[in-house]
């Protein structure tokens, strides 16, 4: 109670430790995330028992390089929680809010996921073409953000990855510019 009082101060302390969290009547989910399902089976305990003590896992390459990137830590930050997943797009929401639509607010696709707001969405791809990226990084299709970031990693040295993601912090901020502001900026702005 007392380190709250010191950082937030009483008044904001009170406030934030009284946000309630979820929807009552809301059933919780246990996910187990070593299996791709997010079921929990003892082979994959295993397995990521083992491969934890090889220190060896999955995107291995990535998050070695990820940290050696020369960037701001925000976007270090920004760039763990892109390769985990956790950004709140519209289809994380609906997977809590079960009512929540999934569609992406600036072109109406069907399923926003993260792969879609960063780099499938027509504002991110104009400006992944204006930051020079070829149309042959941009159009190849994965099924998870941190694929597609592990394959940049291979062929770009640590400046381009640095200004790749910088890019793409700006994308995911213009985006929540959009949402909750109404206001959008320009490919060639962003």
Known sequence: ??????????????????????DKGQDDKVIWFHNPYGWFISKS??????????????????????????????????TWRVGHEILPTNENIASI??????????????????????????????????GGWSDSIISKKYDHCIDWLEDMIRVLDKRKMANLMAILWNCWNNRNN?????????????
């Open 97 to 130: 809010r079960h009512s929540f639509d999934t569609r992406c607010r600036r072109c109406r696709a069907e399923i926003e996921t993260l792969l879609h707001a960063l780099k499938d969405c027509p504002t991110s791809r104009a400006v992944l073409a204006l």
């Open 178 to 190: 959009f949402i909750f502001r109404g206001k959008e900026e320009e490919a060639k702005i962003i």
């Open 45 to 78: 305990a295993y397995s990521w028992l083992q491969l934890k003590e090889m220190r060896y896992g999955p995107h291995k390459i990535f998050w070695k390089a990820l940290w050696k990137l020369d960037t701001l830590p925000k976007i270090h930050v920004f």
């Open 1 to 22: 109670m007392f380190r709250k009082l010191k950082v937030y101060g009483p008044d904001w302390g009170n406030k934030i430790c009284n946000i309630p969290i979820g």
